[in-house]
């Protein structure tokens, strides 16, 4: 029953993700993106209880909302003004947090609870709202609608492999101690099928965005057009890194929910859990990409 429902729940949300990325302007995305991101800081706050931490929920929650507010106000109209303008924005909203958050935990009566207050919301800012705020930003890049099509679709061919390898044939475990479902064997196949996707959706790049752009689901710009073939050696590799760090944010989640002592951060997608179940390795992955986008863009 609970694969019946995790399956129902993916095959739902899926093509509406999809959709929403190819489709939605810059703006309804930062706007869906920040309703993720809230969403799922409330459950990490809420995680943070159960090791005596008392959050400072609605300071948290207007911090992370006016960052995707300024990114859903497009600050350019090229590539590189709107990748210059996240990374500025990006540092100095996370150098900023924590001393916001301490000017306001200053307030509280008992200041024996400010400190790790203050902390995990500037860790919540930093685990969870810049690396959603990557993925809208990702959206503004030359090809950027191919980009994150290609992030998710690596990445969760990578977490169903892992998961269906490493409940058939799995024997050697990963990390007993933080997640002890997780197999060597589930980790070697999600790298295989994460790479194999990531090299397929690069050697198909231009017929897959001729098909979209001719769909109406994308713009010429959201694409890849190029005229050159695209060497699929770096793709073999950042394909492979991307898989590696989303298996790491994976680890983090079931690491802080071991830590607390639950199962799931949440209940609201049915099977699949909270919110951050289904973001944690998303989490660690986009900023991944991002930077090499970034990179490609500003050279």
Do not use: C
Not at 71 to 90: K, M, Q, R, V, Y
Not at 229 to 257: C, M, R
Not at 280 to 291: N, R, T
């Amino acid at each position: 029953m609970q694969l019946l429902k995790r399956v129902l729940t993916a095959v739902i949300l899926i093509p509406i993700v999809l959709v929403l990325i190819l489709k939605a302007p810059i703006s309804a995305l930062a706007v869906i993106a920040a309703v993720v991101a809230l969403l799922t800081v409330h459950e990490l706050l809420k995680l943070s209880e159960s090791y005596g931490i008392k959050p400072l929920r609605w300071p948290t929650y207007i911090y992370v909302g006016l960052f995707f507010l300024l990114l859903a106000i497009n600050p350019g109209d090229t590539p590189l003004l709107e990748t210059g303008s996240f990374s500025h924005s990006a540092v100095f909203a996370a150098a900023l947090a924590p001393f916001v958050f301490l000017t306001i935990a200053m307030s509280r009566a008992d200041l024996t609870t400010a400190f790790p207050a203050a902390l995990v919301s500037a860790f919540s800012f930093a685990y969870v709202a810049l690396p959603l705020g990557f993925l809208v930003q990702l959206r503004e890049q030359w090809a950027g609608a191919f980009l994150l099509v290609y992030l998710l679709l690596v990445v969760w061919a990578g977490d169903i492999f892992a998961y269906f390898v490493g409940k058939s044939i799995g024997r050697h475990r990963m990390s007993p101690r933080i997640s002890p479902n997780k197999t060597w064997e589930g980790a070697a196949a999600s790298v295989v099928a994460s790479v194999g996707v990531g090299v397929l959706l690069y050697r198909y790049a231009l017929p897959i965005s001729s098909w979209l752009l001719q769909a109406h689901f994308i713009e010429r710009r959201d694409g890849y057009f190029g005229n050159q073939p695209i060497p699929l050696w770096p793709v073999f590799w950042i394909s492979a890194g991307l898989n590696v760090a989303a298996q790491l944010g994976d680890l983090v989640e079931s690491l802080i929910k071991r830590g607390a002592g639950v199962k799931d951060s949440g209940a609201i997608l049915p099977g699949h859990g909270g919110m951050l179940d289904r973001v944690d390795a998303l989490l660690f992955a986009a900023p991944v990409l991002w930077y090499y986008a970034a990179w490609r863009v500003m050279h």
